[in-house]
């Protein structure tokens, strides 16, 4: 008897799928653009506040504390309210806190609201790539969840344009540019009417008669016919454990109890427990040097001598390199599998890291930028692909909601150090350490399971 998470796996790629894929993607873009805009108003806000290293670096943090909070909580909410309104609420809080903070009269006021923003954000990210993997045929699985990421750089790359365009124009270019991350709060209704929940999750709720009308879709999409069974199918054993009085009871009926919580096994069990640590690692290191180098850029080039417009130019054209970092990344995947794609992109990016830091000219400050950007970024599209992969459906979304959690304490940190580590010794100690990071994840990378064609339930 065919499974319909097995039917899904089964499916050739359909518009369905690429409409969630779009779907999600640009509000995975929306994100990028409201992380990628405070580093450009980091930038003028020194300028025209005349802030400190270390107020802009609270500016630059405090997003990522909650970030943190988001991360753990929203995959928590995952498993237990559904993916997409998970995603959907997520947008509306930080689509309406980023346009609150274009009002900001004072850097108390940004600050808290910045707060707020990371909450949304963080909530996001996991619970977008989650749902996507859920409805990835299980061939190219990896390649869909990366090209998911991709997005991350058309979002990065918008608030690149926006940093050049907008935020120069006058004292309040700031504010504009952050009045335009309004955008994903209409967005979310776009999310909540027009993407469909998870099969996985439904089917763990006991939701049966709505799993089966969704794969249906999905198999009209694709021109196949459902299976001559499929109303009685029953989900797989993750979504029945601890439930099978709840399963034959509810035969008739069409629906089933939902999953008991003792039956949820732990991020932490015997069997996870390497994983997940392995997992920590890779995200601590990532973050760490992703938003240290990233959030400070056009503030280090400032610094460095080069006026405001000329360093958003050189940060947005840096910014470039991050697409075919992520197209690279989506081929290698399924070629080389994850563990190893994930690891040697960890390891450019430290040889990027290191010679950035070197970096005392234009020409070499760009290039050594571009390829930072060029590993880093193919790095975030394999690990994305890999978290999901490593649970199975009753804790996929905790178990990769608390990676993100623990990775955003590093992205909390890495700002807050930048002004510690430029005085020990400028930029050289600064992307050194990154590098070194950057080494620990590539590291970590090695250790974990290797998943490709492997389907969710084998986990």
Same mark, same amino acid.
């Given at each position: ?14 518009r369905? %799928? ?7 993607g ?15 108003v980091m930038?003028a806000l020194?300028? %025209?506040?005349a802030?400190t290293?270390?107020?802009l670096?609270w ?7 909650g970030m ?8 928590l ?7 997409? =309104? ?5 947008l509306l ?5 980023t346009?609150a903070?274009a ?5 108390a006021?940004? $600050?808290v609201?910045r707060?707020?923003?990371?909450l ?7 619970v977008?790539?989650?749902l996507? *993997?859920? &409805?990835a045929?299980?061939?190219i /699985?990896?390649?869909?969840v ?5 997005f ?7 608030a ?7 935020v ?7 504010r504009?540019?952050l ?12 999310? /909540? ?7 996985r ?10 799993a089966?009308r969704i794969?249906?879709?999905?198999e009209?999409?694709a ?14 054993a993750?979504?029945t ?12 009926t069409g /629906?089933l ?6 039956a949820r096994e732990s991020?932490?069990?015997?069997r996870?427990r390497? /994983? ?5 690692i890779?995200?601590f290191?990532i @973050? &760490?040097?992703?938003?240290g180098a990233f959030i400070?850029?056009? *503030?280090?080039l400032?610094? =460095?001598g &080069? ?6 130019g ?5 910014t470039?390199? =991050?697409l ?15 563990r190893v794609?994930l ?8 040889v990027?890291a ?6 005392g000219t234009?020409?070499?400050? $760009? ?5 930072l950007?060029f590993? @880093? ?13 490593l ?18 304490i ?8 930048v ?6 010794g400028?930029?050289?100690v600064?992307?050194?350490?990154f ?6 994840a ?7 399971p290797e998943?490709k064609?492997?389907a969710?339930?084998?986990?």
């Open positions: 008897m065919t499974t319909r998470t097995e039917r899904l796996d089964g499916l050739p790629f359909t369905k %799928h690429r409409r969630l894929l779009v779907g999600s640009v509000g995975w873009a929306l994100d990028a653009m409201d992380v990628g805009l405070i580093s450009f930038a020194a300028v %025209h506040w802030l290293p270390t107020e670096s500016i630059g943090s405090i997003g990522f504390v943190a909070i988001g991360a753990a909580l929203g995959g909410l995952a498993d237990r309210i559904g993916r997409r =309104q998970v995603f959907a609420a997520t809080v930080y689509g309406l806190a346009g903070a009002l900001s009269t004072g850097i006021m940004l $600050i609201l707060f707020i923003v990371g949304g954000l963080g909530a996001e990210l996991p977008a790539s989650t996507v *993997s859920e &409805f045929p299980r061939r /699985r990896g390649r869909v990366v090209i998911l990421e991709g991350w750089a058309v979002g990065w790359i918008m690149a344009v926006i940093g050049y365009f907008v120069p124009i006058g004292d309040d270019g700031w504009w540019a009045a335009i991350g309004l955008v994903p709060a209409a967005y979310a209704l776009v999310v /909540r009417f027009g993407l469909p929940e998870s099969v999750y439904l089917e763990s709720r006991g939701r049966v008669d709505e089966e794969v249906r879709e999905y009209a999409s021109g196949v016919e459902p299976p001559a069974d499929s109303a009685g199918v029953e989900p797989p993750t979504a454990a601890g439930a099978t009085a709840g399963a034959t009871a509810g035969a008739a /629906r109890e939902p999953v008991e919580e003792s991020i932490w069990s015997p996870l390497r /994983r997940t640590g392995a997992l920590w890779v995200w290191g @973050n &760490f040097s992703y938003y400070w850029l056009p *503030s280090l400032v610094s =460095q &080069f006026d405001l417009v000329r360093s958003f050189y940060t947005l054209v840096i470039l390199a =991050q075919p970092g992520y197209a690279a990344a989506a081929w290698l995947i399924e070629v080389w599998g994850r794609t690891a040697v992109f960890l390891a450019g990016s430290a990027a290191g010679l950035f830091g070197l970096a234009p020409t070499t400050i $760009i290039a050594a930028g571009m390829a950007s590993f @880093n970024l193919g790095a975030w599209g394999a690990l994305y692909a890999i978290g999901p992969e649970y199975p459906t009753s804790t996929r979304g905790a178990g990769t909601g608390a990676a993100a959690a623990f990775g955003r590093a992205s909390i940190i890495a700002p807050l150090l002004p510690v580590m430029l005085g020990a400028g930029t050289v600064v992307f050194g350490v590098a070194a990071a950057f080494v620990v590539a590291l970590a990378a090695f250790t974990l998943r064609g492997v969710l339930e084998e986990t």
